[in-house]
């Protein structure tokens, strides 16, 4: 509802405040109060409706280009990294581009110089998409004309896939066809042990000494937490010692990857894991000297600021990957973690794929059966 009062010189004002239409308050001023409240009335009406009459919506200049898009979006709503990373990217290549010549043609045009031109992989052209997809859907929301018909919803399937004349093209110009590579990288037994071996200070082979390991108890406790939740690392790391519920087993997720809160459950494993990394932290044992817990975080390298979240990301997977190529895999990386995890939960449970999907938040089917990749050796084991 609308707020009014009586100015000092004579005039009413009203105050009308819709979030989801309105950019900021409308601020309408008239001279009697009967005037205000039969125009607010109408106006509330209009509004009720999701209606937003002309003289209020701003210049259709706020959003003339995909560049003010995508900046109007990033500051309004709530982005993931790997949206905000790839908008970043489209700013700078597309971000003049103006929203009135967007439709189908251009998107399929698009998409088509993103294969023939900068040959990227199916994947990284649907990060793109989805990306670009999501900022024109918040667009079209507010109002923006050119938008309210999202031109990249309207895609066929398989867009993504090299078509014959898509790998003509891209040869043509020194490149090359990309092809969907899903990653099926599974963590051997005698890889794990040699994993844990390094992290306990075993020295590698071809070394003259063990690695000198910062933080050696809250590495520990981030690889168990890794293979045991099917957490992604910065889920992990970022956790807050309010969010960890030893005596319920889980720990509660305020910001996922997909925006979405979420309840972890713990095993049996992960909890002793936790207890021991926590009791660690105040012994001062496993070289956790010189932190307790500072700021109310579980883990030691974050230091609480959004800015400094992916340069945290980049020295952690740069320091497991000098363990990982230490214990002989070198191909390896810390997210296939959350690959194994996902695997052990279908090999080594009876829940149904819903029940897994809610403690990994995977959105898509098609995702989670791709992480579910079960040895065979494992299947056949169920053959007659």
């Given at each position: 509802?609308?707020?009014?009062r009586l100015r000092s010189?004579?005039?009413?004002?009203?105050?009308?405040?819709?979030?989801?239409?309105?950019?900021?308050?409308?601020?309408?001023?008239?001279?009697?109060?009967?005037?205000?409240?039969?125009?607010?009335?109408?106006?509330?009406?209009?509004?009720?409706?999701?209606?937003?009459?002309?003289?209020?919506?701003?210049?259709?200049?706020?959003?003339?280009?995909?560049?003010?898009?995508?900046?109007?979006?990033?500051?309004?709503?709530?982005?993931?990294?790997?949206?905000?990373?790839?908008?970043?990217?489209?700013?700078?290549?597309?971000?003049?581009?103006?929203?009135?010549?967007?439709?189908?043609?251009?998107?399929?045009?698009?998409?088509?110089?993103?294969?023939?031109?900068?040959?990227?992989?199916?994947?990284?052209?649907?990060?793109?998409?989805?990306?670009?997809?999501?900022?024109?859907?918040?667009?079209?929301?507010?109002?923006?004309?050119?938008?309210?018909?999202?031109?990249?919803?309207?895609?066929?399937?398989?867009?993504?896939?090299?078509?014959?004349?898509?790998?003509?093209?891209a040869r043509a110009l020194?490149?090359?066809?990309?092809?969907?590579?899903?990653?099926?990288?599974?963590?051997?037994?005698?890889?794990?042990?040699?994993?844990?071996?390094?992290?306990?200070?075993?020295?590698?082979?071809?070394?003259?000494?063990?690695?000198?390991?910062?933080?050696?108890?809250?590495?520990?406790?981030?690889?168990?937490?890794?293979?045991?939740?099917?957490?992604?690392?910065?889920?992990?790391?970022?956790?807050?010692?309010?969010?960890?519920?030893?005596?319920?087993?889980?720990?509660?997720?305020?910001?996922?990857?997909?925006?979405?809160?979420?309840?972890?459950?713990?095993?049996?494993?992960?909890?002793?894991?936790?207890?021991?990394?926590?009791?660690?932290?105040?012994?001062?044992?496993?070289?956790?000297?010189?932190?307790?817990?500072?700021?109310?975080?579980?883990?030691?390298?974050?230091?609480?600021?959004?800015?400094?979240?992916?340069?945290?990301?980049?020295?952690?997977?740069?320091?497991?990957?000098?363990?990982?190529?230490?214990?002989?895999?070198?191909?390896?990386?810390?997210?296939?973690?959350?690959?194994?995890?996902?695997?052990?939960?279908?090999?080594?449970?009876?829940?149904?794929?819903?029940?897994?999907?809610?403690?990994?938040?995977?959105?898509?089917?098609?995702?989670?059966?791709?992480?579910?990749?079960?040895?065979?050796?494992?299947?056949?084991?169920?053959?007659?």
């Open positions: 509802m609308a707020t009014k010189s004579g005039n009413w004002e009203y105050v009308v405040k819709r979030k989801t239409l309105l950019d900021s308050p409308l601020y309408l001023s008239f001279e009697t109060e009967a005037e205000g409240d039969q125009y607010v009335k109408k106006l509330e009406a209009l509004l009720d409706q999701g209606i937003v009459p002309a003289e209020f919506k701003k210049s259709k200049e706020e959003f003339a280009t995909i560049g003010a898009a995508i900046r109007g979006f990033l500051a309004a709503q709530h982005v993931t990294a790997s949206d905000r990373a790839c908008l970043g990217v489209l700013f700078d290549r597309i971000g003049d581009k103006r929203l009135s010549a967007v439709d189908y043609q251009w998107a399929e045009s698009w998409v088509t110089d993103l294969k023939r031109t900068l040959h990227l992989s199916p994947t990284t052209i649907r990060h793109h998409v989805g990306a670009l997809a999501r900022c024109f859907d918040w667009a079209g929301r507010r109002g923006v004309a050119a938008l309210v018909s999202n031109p990249l919803r309207q895609m066929p399937r398989k867009y993504s896939t090299y078509t014959s004349g898509d790998a003509a093209a020194g490149g090359s066809a990309k092809t969907d590579t899903e990653r099926d990288r599974r963590l051997l037994t005698h890889e794990e042990e040699r994993i844990r071996a390094i992290l306990d200070g075993e020295i590698p082979e071809g070394r003259q000494r063990s690695f000198d390991l910062q933080w050696q108890g809250a590495l520990e406790c981030l690889f168990e937490l890794a293979l045991e939740s099917a957490m992604r690392m910065r889920e992990i790391y970022t956790v807050s010692l309010d969010q960890v519920d030893i005596p319920n087993k889980t720990f509660f997720l305020e910001k996922t990857k997909n925006g979405d809160k979420r309840q972890v459950p713990l095993t049996s494993v992960a909890l002793k894991a936790l207890r021991r990394y926590m009791k660690q932290v105040k012994k001062r044992e496993r070289k956790m000297e010189g932190f307790l817990f500072d700021g109310g975080r579980l883990f030691p390298w974050w230091d609480g600021k959004q800015e400094s979240l992916n340069a945290t990301t980049s020295a952690l997977s740069l320091q497991f990957s000098r363990i990982f190529e230490a214990a002989g895999c070198a191909d390896l990386r810390f997210h296939d973690l959350r690959h194994e995890a996902t695997s052990r939960l279908f090999e080594k449970t009876k829940l149904s794929d819903v029940q897994i999907s809610r403690i990994t938040r995977h959105k898509e089917p098609r995702v989670l059966r791709r992480y579910a990749n079960l040895r065979g050796t494992d299947l056949a084991a169920h053959l007659w």
